[in-house]
C-alpha cells in the first residue's frame, strides 16, 4: 500500500547581520512562514520584516515579508553587497595592471576572468536588440578609466575601454534577434554556443595586440575551456557546489604561454590572486573542505597516512625504508600515544617545546629526527595546542556535616532584589559627557587583503600578507530611525532620547555609519544609566528564595588541571578536592586557607553563586570561616590591589553592588588581596 511521504514546507536561506562585541558580523539563517529577523539581531532596521510566504516555484521563487517587501533569489535588501563587488572589481584591475606592466615587455598576455551573480548585471539587451552595460560592466569602466591615468599604468593598454571587456554568456535567439540572455551553468548546448568563440579563439585570444583583457562569466566554465593566461579571478557570486570553487581556481592553475606558445615555467610569474568577498579565514577553510570532498577516501589535511614515512632513507643502504617500514613506524607513533586511530597528531607531539623527543623503539631512534620532520609538515602553522589536562572536582559529602559550613550558607544563600532612585537630568548628563568623548564614527569600511595562499599536507594556510588597504564607502542615503532603536536597547523615554542627542554635539556623526553610532550611543547611555543605578541601589531579601546547598554536588565543576590547587590539609573544611584559582593572588589565597588551623571552612564560590546588578550577575571569589578569640563568617572578593583607581571601573561597580547585598544580609564583606586582609575583620 503507498503512503504518502510528509511534506516540508519550503524554506530559504539568508544572510543577515548580527551584532557582536567586535561591531556587525553576517549570520546565516533559514527563513520559514512566521521567521521574525528582528527578533534574531534584536536591529531596528529587521522591524516588520517577518515572513509571510516563501515561494519556491522554478521562475517564482521568493520571500515575501509583512512589511510588503520582496526577496528573490540572489537578491539583497539593504546591505553592501554592491559595494563590496564594486572593490572587487576594482582590486581585480589593478591587480591585472601591476600584471600587465611586468609581463608586457616579456609577450605575455594577461587575462582576468569574472564570475558574475547574474548575467543581466553585466549586459543585457533592449526592444531592439541591442546590448547594454548592466551595473557590473559600467563599474569596471568606471573603475578602469579612474586606474588608467594612474601615472604607474597610462598608456599601458591603448585601447578604448569597451574593447578591453567582454562576456560569454548563452543567447536567447528569436527570429534571429538577440532579446535576452540566460543564467547558464556551464554545461548546457546553449552553452556551449556561448563559449564557442573563446574555445575556437584561443591563439587570437593570447595574442597581446588583442584588446580583449578581461572576460566576464556565469558560471565555472565547463572542461572545454582550458586559458592558460589567466592570472586573476574574481568571484562576484557565491560558489554553488562543492567541486565549483576548485574548479573557478583551477580555470587560473594552468602554465601560461608565451608568445612563442612555449609554456612559461617561473615561479615568479605563475602566481594566480583570487580576489574573493569572504574573508581568509572563511574562503580557506571553504577551499580545504571542498579539495578534501573532491579526494575522497577519507582524506583529511593534517592527518598522516601510513605510508607518510616512506621516503625517509635507511643510514644502512641509503635507500628509501619503504611502505612496510613506514607503517611499522605510524602503528609505533599510535601505541606512543603521538597519533591517534586516524592517524591525526595528538597534543602530545610538541617539538616546538625545548628538548623535545620523541620517544620511539631502539630499532626506530635512528630515523628519530626524520620522522619529527615528516610529522611536522603535517602540522598547521596555526595550530593551538590544547596542552593541559581537565580534571572534573569531586564533591566532598562530608562538607555537609560541617556545622560551621551549615551557619554560614544560612547566612550567605539569600537571593536579593535590588531598587534605585534618580534623577532624569543626571542620567541625560552622564550621558551626554560619555557619547561626547566616544571615539570618532568611522565611514563604513571595506577592508581588502592581499595574502599568499599555502597548500601543504597541514592544510590550507595564509602566507604572507603583502597588501592591506582599507576602502570608504559613501555616506547612506536613506537612515535607520534611531530614536525606535535606542529606546528598545535603553527603554527610555523618546523625549530624554532627544535631550542626550541634541546636547552630545554628535548627530551630524549619525550619517556617515548609522549602525555603528546606534550601537556605540545606546551602550553609552545604557553605561551612564547603569553607574547612577549603582549608586543608588538598595537590595532587599526576596522572601523564600535561597540557593540551596545541593547545587554543589549537582553542579560538576571543570577545569584545567594547571588552574586548580589540590588540598593538603583540610580536608573536611572545604566541599570539592581542589580549589580552581584564576590568578596568582588567589592561588596563594588557597594555599593559606587550606594551611591555617583557625579555618573552619572555606570555598571558592561557584560559578552559579551569583549576585544580581544592573551590570549583571556579580559571583564573589571567597567564603571563609574562621574561629579564634571569635568565630567570623566572612565573604571576599579577590584584587591584585585595593585602589579603585587601578581596576576597571566596571569591576569597582559590581563590588559596590556586591557589598550592598551581602549588607542587605549582614555579611562581613571585604575586598583583599592577600591571606592576611581575607582572615582580618
Known sequence: MATLKELKPPHAKATIHVDTPNGPREKSVILKHGTDLSALTSRSGYDSYIVTN??????????????????????????????????????????????????????????????????????????????????????????????????????????????????????????????????????????????????????????????????????????????????????????????????????????????????IYDESINRLTVIASESFEEYAKGLQSEMEADIGGGFKFGRIPKIAFARLLDEKTDQPIGQERSEWIWNALKVEGYLDDEGNITPKFTPETAGFELQLPEEMVPLRFGITDEMKRFIFKNRVVNSRERRTLKFNKRIELNEEFKILWEQINKKTRYSVEFETEDLIQRAVDKIHKMEKIRPVRIFVDKADLDITEAGVEQGRVSDSRTIHVKPHSSLPDILAYLQRETELTRWTLVEILKRSGRLQEFGLNPQTFMTDTAKLINRALRELVVDGIKYEQIDGECYEMRLFEEHEIETYLSKLYEVQYNYDATPYDYVPYDSDVELHIA???????????????????????????????????????????????TKDTRYRDERRESENKKIDCGRAHFEALGVNFDVATGIHEVLSK
Open 54 to 263: 516563501v515561494c519556491a516555484e522554478p521562475g517564482l521563487e521568493q520571500v515575501e515579508f509583512a512589511n510588503g517587501k520582496f526577496l528573490k533569489v540572489a537578491a539583497e535588501e539593504g546591505g553592501m553587497a554592491d559595494e563590496i563587488m564594486k572593490v572587487q572589481i576594482r582590486q581585480t584591475i589593478e591587480e591585472h595592471l601591476k600584471k600587465e606592466k611586468v609581463l608586457k615587455d616579456r609577450g605575455i598576455k594577461v587575462l582576468s576572468l569574472f564570475f558574475v551573480d547574474r548575467v543581466a548585471h553585466y549586459r543585457w539587451y533592449d526592444e531592439e536588440g541591442n546590448p547594454q552595460n548592466g551595473k557590473i560592466a559600467t563599474w569596471f569602466e568606471e573603475s578602469f578609466l579612474e586606474l588608467a591615468q594612474h601615472p604607474n599604468y597610462k598608456g599601458l593598454l591603448p585601447y578604448d575601454v569597451s574593447e578591453l571587456h567582454d562576456g560569454y554568456f548563452s543567447e536567447d535567439k528569436k527570429r534571429g534577434k538577440v532579446v535576452g540572455l540566460k543564467d547558464t551553468s556551464g554545461k548546457t548546448l546553449a552553452d556551449q554556443d556561448a563559449y564557442k568563440l573563446i574555445m575556437q579563439d584561443k591563439e587570437t585570444l593570447l595574442s597581446p595586440s588583442t584588446p580583449l583583457r578581461f572576460i566576464f562569466s556565469h558560471s565555472a566554465l565547463r572542461e572545454g575551456w582550458d586559458n592558460p593566461n589567466v592570472f586573476q579571478i574574481c568571484s562576484l557570486r557565491e560558489m554553488g557546489t562543492e567541486k565549483e570553487r576548485r574548479q573557478t581556481i583551477g580555470r587560473g592553475l594552468r602554465l601560461p604561454v608565451g608568445s612563442d606558445g612555449e609554456r
Open 591 to 637: 594555599e593559606g586557607l587550606d594551611a591555617d588551623e583557625k579555618v573552619k571552612f572555606f570555598c571558592k564560590l561557584p560559578n552559579w553563586f551569583v549576585v544580581p546588578t544592573p551590570l549583571g550577575d556579580y559571583n564573589p571569589d571567597w567564603a571563609v570561616v574562621t574561629e579564634d578569640d571569635a568565630k567570623l563568617y566572612l565573604v571576599r572578593e
